[in-house]
């Protein structure tokens, strides 16, 4: 069980496209079918939440494709804009045309009907967490393909870990990073830190000036957990539920009790 004072971070696995924003993208049905199969984090929400817990859940109620909410709002903070996935995605996983260009209130738009209000969301979790507690953990919850993705820039073929943990030089403490990592490994997983992704998110108001508020992020290689070409869950995706919250509940216990 997740203590109260944890919040858990969802942005990736929705595969929602409101129809108000179908006619944006230059996909046919099939090609953007393909699209979200590979880049949605599936069944996330399902990995991590601890229904029995009091933990908060803030979970992205649309797609990525639609907007990108663990981006930067504006795509001169964000590095990923420049291989066309900022906020607002303009090219997809292959860097191919995904949709056509936006004027400016079109991409205004996006933004104040799905990415602030996400934000706003996430910032009211984790301030009645910090009036309630004192303290909040936000764990940013993740998957990603067992092949690096064109736009990652990576070596398709390079071996990948089973488990990446993410850590933010000002959130994430080397006890919490290093409780998640030897959680997973003990739970006989292969783990790596900041490989292949990096960062851990906090409410932007919190960003780089309050310690109070800790983050780690966990990724999953989704091998472990669904078939990758359709999203379709494995067999044994309950036995990796059980696994991933224990690990995180047990990483979680261990740095709350090496605190007080």
């Not at 990108?68 to 804009?81: H, I, K, S, Y």
């Not at 403490?173 to 409780?179: D, E, N, Q, V």
């Not at 900041?194 to 091998?223: C, I």
């Amino acid at each position: 069980m997740y203590p109260p004072w944890l919040v858990l971070h969802v942005p990736h696995d929705s595969l929602v496209v409101p129809d108000s924003v179908r006619s944006q993208f230059l996909l046919d049905d099939s090609e953007l079918k393909v699209e979200l199969d590979r880049m949605t984090d599936h069944h996330t929400l399902a990995l991590f939440a601890d229904q029995t817990s009091e933990a908060q859940v803030v979970r992205a109620p649309v797609s990525r494709l639609v907007v990108d909410v663990e981006r930067f709002a504006r795509d001169e903070d964000e590095p990923m804009a420049a291989r066309g996935m900022g906020a607002v995605y303009s090219l997809t996983c292959h860097l191919l045309p995904l949709r056509r260009p936006l004027v400016a209130e079109e991409r205004g738009k996006l933004m104040q009907d799905y990415y602030h209000p996400h934000h706003a969301h996430l910032e009211r979790a984790v301030d009645r967490t910090l009036e309630r507690h004192g303290r909040c953990l936000v764990l940013d919850c993740h998957s990603f393909p067992s092949k690096a993705l064109p736009y990652e820039l990576a070596d398709p073929a390079s071996t990948r870990p089973e488990i990446c943990i993410g850590s933010d030089d000002f959130h994430t403490s080397l006890l919490l990073a290093g409780a998640f990592a030897s959680a997973f490994e003990r739970a006989g997983s292969i783990v790596k830190l900041n490989d292949p992704f990096r960062g851990a998110l906090v409410p932007n108001s919190r960003f780089r000036s309050d310690k109070r508020v800790a983050a780690v992020m966990v990724e999953v290689n989704r091998q472990l957990y669904m078939y990758e070409p359709t999203g379709e869950r494995l067999p044994d995706f309950n036995r990796v539920v059980q696994k991933i919250r224990r690990c995180c509940g047990s990483a979680i216990a261990a740095c709350a009790s090496l605190q007080t």
